[in-house]
Every structure is written in structure tokens, then in C-alpha cells.
């Protein structure tokens, strides 16, 4: 079955470190995109990329970083500037073909205390 | 800016009524799109239903349908014989043209629930 995967589904930290977290898919799309989303709220965009190697900032890049070297994968690395790093992240991909839908993985609660 | 408006932060329904949820939206990009997300308490976002700015017709998929208003900027999600099931967040979301990097705009949201 082809999809999204991001692990893990709930991760904790402590303040002061940097996580990364994971997405795959094997849709063979181009693009994919990181969103943030806190507790009754929309998505925000942190990065995108739609080819390997490349990507640009969404509206919330700060605190952030991302790599794209495989096509199946687009990891998100919060970092200790990243303010309040607290929140649900949920990963996407979408084909490079109209209409550019996108498909969603699962999502990771991340909590650093 | 291109921006989305959900003003109905929570809507209830009862089961097999249908309800509208309404999404207004700005842009001065004359191609873009138009999309509806469903998020369950699990959290996944599900792809409901797509609208392009020069579909001439509302695009339908089952018991969702999009009502566009093109003149209004509003994009309102319909959904026939509510279901248990279809109590979830729902979003609304825009794409801009190409050189936005087919990346989405989501409104805040809002919550539907289904009363048996």
C-alpha cells in the first residue's frame, strides 16, 4: 500500500536538545511539505521541497531545519531555537501534476518539557 | 496575502440532515485552488474535495459537494446525510499558482459534530 509514514507517533525531549523527526513515502511524488499545527488551530507551513536537494522556508522556518536527499524522505530537525518546539507536525507529499493534492501522514505529538 | 476565513469555530448536525460549512478566502492570483480536509481526533488529515479556479462547475464526490461562488470568494463544503463518522475538524485550504510551490493555506478550522 502506498502512503506516508512518520515515527514516531508521540515523542518526548527535554529542553535544550534537538529532535528529528521522520517522514516517508512511496508515492513517488515530488514534493513534500512539513506543517505545524497547534492545539485548536490550522496548519502552518515550516519547509517544503519540491525536488531532492532542494527546498525553501514556509511561514514558520525558524527554529527549524530540513534535508532532501532522497526522494522518499524529507526529515525535520527541531533545533534548541525553536521557541515553543511543543505541537503537532504532520508531514505531506503531493504529485507534480494538477491539481498538486496533498496526502497526509499520520503525525508526530511532540512534547519538550 | 492570500488568506482563508472558517468564521464557525463549532457546528452540530443531526445524523442524515445535511450541513453546510462555510470558507471564505482572498487572492489576487487569478489561478488557484480550493481544498476541504477532514481531521478526525487521530489527528491524519483526509483529502475530501478539490475545486480550481476555473472549474466551471461545483466539484462533487460522494456526499460532499463544494459550493463556489467565484464572485464572493467562498468555497462552503456541503455535506449530505450526516453521519456519526463526519463528526471531525474540517478544514478549508487554497493553492496558489504555480510559483507558490503548490503549497496550502489552511483556515483555522471547524469542528463538526454529529448528533444521533
Known amino acids: 500500500d502506498g502512503g506516508i509514514t512518520q515515527s514516531p507517533k508521540y515523542l518526548f525531549r527535554k529542553e535544550g536538545q534537538n529532535v528529528t523527526l521522520s517522514c516517508e513515502q512511496n508515492?513517488?511524488?515530488?514534493?513534500m511539505y512539513w506543517y505545524r499545527q497547534d492545539p485548536g488551530q490550522g496548519l502552518r507551513l515550516i519547509y517544503y521541497?519540491?525536488?531532492?536537494?532542494?527546498?525553501q522556508k514556509g511561514d514558520i522556518a525558524e527554529g527549524y531545519s530540513v534535508s532532501r536527499e532522497k526522494k522518499e524522505s524529507f526529515p525535520l530537525t527541531v533545533t534548541s531555537a525553536q521557541k515553543n518546539p511543543t505541537a503537532f507536525y504532520l508531514c505531506?507529499?503531493?504529485?507534480?501534476?494538477?491539481?498538486?493534492?496533498?496526502?497526509f501522514g499520520p503525525g508526530t505529538r511532540l512534547t519538550v518539557t | 496575502a492570500q488568506k482563508i476565513t472558517q468564521t464557525q469555530p463549532g457546528m452540530f448536525v443531526q445524523e442524515k440532515e445535511a450541513v453546510t460549512l462555510d470558507c471564505t478566502y482572498d487572492?489576487?492570483?487569478?489561478?488557484?485552488?480550493l481544498f476541504w480536509y477532514k481531521q478526525p481526533s487521530s489527528g491524519e488529515m483526509i483529502f475530501l474535495i478539490y475545486?480550481?479556479?476555473?472549474?466551471?462547475q461545483n466539484a462533487t464526490e460522494g456526499r460532499y459537494s463544494l459550493n463556489f461562488q467565484k464572485a464572493r470568494k467562498s468555497a462552503n463544503l456541503v455535506i449530505s446525510a450526516s453521519q456519526l463518522g463526519d463528526s471531525a475538524m474540517y478544514f478549508c485550504?487554497?493553492?496558489?499558482?504555480?510559483?507558490?510551490?503548490?503549497?496550502?493555506?489552511f483556515g483555522q478550522g471547524t469542528e463538526l459534530s454529529v448528533k444521533p
Open positions: 505531506a507529499s503531493s504529485p507534480s501534476g494538477f491539481p498538486y493534492e496533498q496526502y
Open positions: 508515492l513517488n511524488h515530488d514534493a
Open positions: 521541497s519540491q525536488i531532492v536537494n532542494d527546498f
Open positions: 487572492t489576487s492570483d487569478p489561478s488557484y485552488g
Open positions: 475545486q480550481g479556479s476555473y472549474d466551471q
Open positions: 485550504a487554497m493553492r496558489g499558482g504555480y510559483n507558490q510551490g503548490g503549497k496550502l493555506i
